[in-house]
């Protein structure tokens, strides 16, 4: 479960802020998060996985309050219980596509490397169409492909929660259903939580409760010229 209460954030350059009073999402549910941009979508996934924390107010996750965890902490829950879909992918450029799936494992230290790890890392790229691409670098990997490799990397390890953040941006239509699939498949499976930041009418389509994070939006003075540059 996730829930957010009472909650005010905003950038220390001011122009933009976030004000909940209540925002719940059950175990097990699948949520799409939508708004225009500008208007916090990143910053609330930021907020949840405990990346950043707010000026006021609680943030809990899988029954633990984050906002009482200090950075070290949260990171360890982080690795432990959230699945991350990165705008940017967040590879490592020197590791080729079926270790920078299994890359959870190397900063977890409760997890080990073994053959069914490695196994399980290889379907699911082979779930994505990047079976054959296992040992390319991300150098060698198109803006479709590396988005594809973040998304297996993220339920690698079986999380409680996975937050994706524009999953199908780069992607054509038959590689989008291929993560769309890959996901829904597994937040059904283990009833995990899932939440998508999207602008895609796919995403919407498929996964029916939706919130327009807009509403949660405050602007702030001075006002900065782009506005929010994480959403």
Known sequence: ????????????????????QRLLVPAGEKVCWVGPSGTG???????????????????????????SLGDSARRDFRIANIGLVFQEFALLDYLNVIDNILLPYRINRSLRIDQTARSRASQLASAVGLGEMLS?????LSQGE???????????TE???????????????????????????????????CVVVSHDPEVTRR?????????????????????DKHA
């Open 1 to 20: 479960m996730i829930e957010l209460s009472d909650l005010r954030f905003s950038y220390t350059e001011g122009g933009f802020g976030l004000e909940i």
């Open 159 to 193: 999380p409680k929660v996975v937050l994706a953040d524009e999953p199908t941006a780069n992607l054509d239509a038959e590689n989008a259903a291929r993560v769309l699939n890959l996901l829904d498949d597994y937040a059904t499976e283990h009833h995990a939580t």
């Open 41 to 67: 979508k990143t910053t609330l996934l930021h907020l949840v996985a405990g990346i950043i924390i707010p000026d006021s107010g609680r943030v809990d996750c899988c029954g633990q309050e984050l906002t």
């Open 136 to 140: 390319r670098r991300p150098s060698q």
């Open 146 to 156: 590396r988005q594809r490799v973040a998304a297996c990397r993220a339920i690698i």
């Open 207 to 227: 996964i029916k409760n939706t919130i327009d994070v807009s509403g949660f939006c405050a602007r702030l003075q001075p006002q900065l010229a782009g506005g």
